[in-house]
């Protein structure tokens, strides 16, 4: 038996569209009922074991800013320091600050806090740049004057966001060499205006959960606690704004 059945597909038309404002008020800072208090508490609990672990210590409050910060120059000098793991000995390293959502805070780091700090499924990558992309990739970071370097780049922005020079380990970018890059796999794809990177060979990406940067940033802090060290960082002009 076949059944025939008509098509009930119908045509929709928006007649009319209202909106209306919410005031965000001191209303809803009124305190729990026990009954909801009761069901967050169970919830809570189980964050908190997750997510209290002291993983390391700071030396110091760090947060990142342009064009150079505390915690923007660590991160990348993180990635330099991880990429032996990987084989891996790249010549410079590059985070995105907006990839760097909190700061850290002086005295012990947990779990949460670099949660906080790198809540981002971003993983380590590794890739290859000509000379000639390493300075176009610099001179993207210019126009939003700087993004996270790792120790050993030196770029003078000017205040319009043109690029005045760039150096690695206190050498010009040659335009004719290969330069490895250790970077997170979302820049990898050109994204956050970093479009050099499309041009990227030798590509080193693994994808494992692990690989997660607030994981390596973890490994990091806990590394420098074994050894009885608590975590710093310093600004070195890696990053300078010139002129008037």
């Known amino acids: 038996m076949v059944l025939a059945l008509p098509a009930c597909a119908q045509k929709y038309q928006v007649t009319n569209v209202e909106r209306t404002?919410?005031?965000?008020?001191?209303?809803?800072?009124?305190?729990?009922?026990?009954?909801?208090?009761?069901?967050?508490?169970?919830?809570?609990?189980k964050v908190d074991l997750v997510m209290s672990p002291v993983v390391g210590q700071a030396a110091r409050d760090m947060t990142a800013q342009r064009p150079e910060g505390l915690l923007s120059n660590l991160l990348p000098d993180i990635l330099i320091w991880a990429a032996p793991r990987y084989g891996e000995h790249p010549d410079f390293a590059v985070y995105n600050m907006g990839g760097i959502r909190a700061s850290i805070a002086k005295g012990d780091v947990t779990y949460g806090d670099v949660l906080s700090v790198a809540p981002f499924e971003n993983k380590i990558c590794f890739l290859t740049?000509?000379?000639?992309?390493?300075?176009?990739?610099?001179?993207?970071?210019?126009?939003?004057?700087?993004?996270?370097?790792?120790?050993?780049?030196?770029?003078?922005?000017?205040?319009?966001?043109?690029?005045?020079?760039?150096?690695?380990?206190?050498?010009?970018?040659?335009?004719?060499?290969?330069?490895?890059?250790?970077?997170?796999?979302?820049?990898?794809?050109?994204?956050?205006?970093?479009?050099?990177?499309?041009?990227?060979?030798?590509?080193?990406?693994?994808?494992?959960?692990?690989?997660n940067t607030r994981f390596i940033i973890m490994d990091y802090f806990r590394e420098q606690m074994a050894q009885g060290k608590a975590v710093d960082s310093k600004l070195e002009g890696r990053i300078k704004v010139v002129g008037k």
């Open 21 to 45: 404002r919410i005031l965000i008020d001191s209303c809803y800072d009124a305190p729990l009922s026990r009954r909801t208090a009761r069901i967050f508490e169970s919830y809570r609990q």
């Open 129 to 211: 740049l000509t000379g000639e992309k390493v300075m176009q990739l610099f001179r993207e970071m210019s126009t939003v004057l700087g993004e996270a370097l790792s120790h050993g780049v030196e770029l003078v922005i000017a205040k319009d966001g043109t690029l005045k020079s760039a150096t690695l380990n206190g050498k010009p970018i040659n335009p004719a060499k290969e330069y490895r890059v250790a970077t997170i796999d979302f820049l990898a794809q050109g994204n956050d205006r970093m479009t050099a990177f499309k041009s990227a060979t030798n590509l080193n990406s693994p994808q494992e959960s692990e690989n």
